[in-house]
């Protein structure tokens, strides 16, 4: 068996498609709803075609079309996953997705979709995923805003104008003149990108943290919060690392949380020798966005209330503080931080 046959979310079971799943997706095609953005309903003829290309594409490709079902009732919920295709004259893996209208208005197209991505971009090892949209399609925009995907362009798609989105393991945020080199993201699904944040941990906190919490605390934490184990369970409850590069090496590392009405920074740590070079503040930049593009109205985060020269850091950055927050983490230990936040300004807004 494939061990991409089948796959959980939180509240979704995925099964490979079978030849038997035909009469759920025949009910799905002749839904007017669910068909409005999708060129129509579909004949039975239509449908089976379907069938044959995409059990063809599993057979091929060894990933494809999942059907979805709802884990807590069994009931058919819709079908979506990775596909080949051409998009605007380039071969691309596209990600597909559609739910039945009983299922829609409850986050589960982007509890999907976010899935898919990890599948795609850690399990495969694609550098690169599109998905394709209409403009009239808001909850589809939607949903790609929230798993991160950024627009690219408009493109033609089955004599339809469409919009073309992306979501890149890489991001290359920017270059000028206050450094010869570019700044790349990475974001971390794999073993090898979270072994290489550990790695950095070990030397950032090592190196800051030990005069300001003490060395016992530093080993503690390291391995409750930044171990392999820990980082790989912060990824699957939806956290999201970023590895920060220049041209020449991983330099550190960032790691946010998206919640109900705000992106929470759990983690932004460089270098000690690539301090004071504006990284920072680009990082900071990058969440705006991730945040803007979220529908989120704030960024927040806490920090030692000891770690003077990074709460004088998020102040020029915009960040106000709320005040102490202590936090018991186990281990005899305490976390003595402030809170801070900064208020982020959604695009047509003054």
Same mark, same amino acid.
């Given at each position: 068996?494939?061990?991409?046959?089948?796959?959980?979310?939180?509240?979704?079971?995925?099964?490979?498609?079978?030849?038997?799943?035909?009469?759920?997706?025949?009910?799905?095609?002749?839904?007017?709803? @669910?068909?409005?953005?999708?060129? $129509?309903?579909?004949?039975?003829?239509?449908?089976?075609?379907?069938?044959?290309?995409?059990?063809?594409?599993?057979?091929?490709?060894?990933?494809?079309?999942?059907?979805?079902?709802?884990? %807590?009732?069994?009931?058919?919920?819709?079908?979506?996953?990775?596909?080949?295709?051409?998009?605007?004259?380039?071969?691309?893996?596209?990600?597909?997705?559609?739910?039945?209208? =009983?299922?829609?208005?409850?986050?589960?197209?982007? =509890?999907?979709?976010? %899935?898919?991505?990890?599948?795609?971009?850690?399990?495969?090892?694609?550098?690169?995923? !599109?998905? @394709?949209? +209409?403009?009239?399609?808001? !909850?589809?925009?939607?949903?790609?805003?929230? %798993?991160?995907?950024?627009?690219?362009?408009? /493109?033609?798609?089955? $004599?339809?104008?469409?919009?073309?989105?992306?979501?890149?393991?890489?991001?290359?945020?920017?270059?000028?003149?206050?450094?010869?080199?570019?700044?790349?993201?990475?974001? @971390?699904?794999?073993?090898?990108?979270?072994?290489?944040?550990?790695?950095? !941990?070990?030397?950032?906190?090592?190196?800051?943290?030990?005069?300001?919490?003490?060395? %016992?605390?530093?080993?503690?934490?390291?391995?409750?919060?930044?171990?392999?184990?820990?980082?790989?369970?912060?990824? =699957?409850?939806?956290?999201?690392?970023?590895? /920060?590069?220049?041209?020449?090496?991983?330099?550190?590392?960032?790691?946010?949380?998206?919640?109900?009405?705000?992106?929470?920074?759990?983690?932004?740590? /460089?270098?000690?020798?690539?301090? &004071?070079?504006?990284? &920072?503040?680009? /990082?900071? +930049?990058?969440?705006?966005?991730?945040?803007?593009?979220? &529908?989120?109205?704030?960024?927040?985060?806490?920090?030692?209330?000891?770690?003077?020269?990074?709460?004088?850091?998020?102040?020029?950055?915009?960040?106000?503080?709320?005040?102490?927050?202590?936090?018991?983490?186990?281990?005899?230990?305490?976390?003595?931080?402030?809170?801070?936040?900064?208020?982020?300004?959604?695009?047509?807004?003054?």
């Amino acid at each position: 068996m494939n061990h991409l046959d089948s796959f959980e979310t939180e509240r979704l079971q995925a099964e490979r498609l079978q030849e038997d799943h035909f009469e759920l997706i025949h009910r799905m095609h002749q839904d007017e709803r @669910v068909m409005a953005h999708l060129g $129509g309903p579909r004949s039975p003829e239509q449908t089976s075609d379907y069938m044959e290309q995409n059990l063809t594409h599993w057979a091929e490709h060894g990933y494809g079309i999942w059907i979805l079902s709802e884990r %807590a009732t069994g009931h058919f919920a819709g079908r979506g996953g990775l596909r080949s295709v051409v998009l605007g004259g380039k071969d691309e893996v596209e990600v597909a997705y559609g739910l039945m209208p =009983e299922f829609w208005n409850q986050g589960l197209a982007t =509890e999907f979709v976010r %899935a898919v991505v990890r599948i795609g971009l850690s399990n495969i090892g694609l550098s690169s995923l !599109a998905c @394709v949209t +209409q403009r009239e399609n808001t !909850a589809s925009l939607r949903v790609l805003k929230k %798993a991160d995907f950024h627009f690219e362009r408009d /493109i033609i798609y089955k $004599g339809t104008p469409s919009l073309l989105y992306r979501r890149d393991i890489t991001r290359t945020l920017c270059t000028g003149s206050w450094t010869e080199s570019e700044l790349i993201l990475e974001e @971390v699904f794999d073993e090898a990108r979270i072994q290489t944040v550990e790695k950095l !941990a070990y030397e950032i906190w090592n190196e800051h943290f030990t005069p300001i919490i003490g060395k %016992a605390q530093v080993d503690y934490m390291l391995e409750k919060f930044q171990s392999i184990k820990a980082i790989s369970g912060q990824i =699957e409850q939806c956290f999201q690392y970023y590895l /920060i590069k220049t041209d020449e090496d991983y330099i550190g590392y960032t790691g946010v949380q998206p919640k109900e009405d705000e992106l929470f920074l759990s983690k932004l740590y /460089i270098t000690a020798s690539q301090r &004071g070079k504006g990284y &920072g503040r680009k /990082i900071v +930049q990058f969440l705006e966005g991730m945040a803007r593009d979220k &529908g989120l109205n704030t960024i927040t985060l806490t920090v030692n209330k000891n770690n003077l020269d990074t709460i004088k850091a998020y102040e020029k950055f915009g960040f106000e503080n709320l005040g102490p927050v202590v936090q018991d983490i186990g281990g005899g230990f305490v976390m003595d931080d402030y809170r801070m936040a900064k208020q982020i300004e959604q695009q047509g807004t003054s």
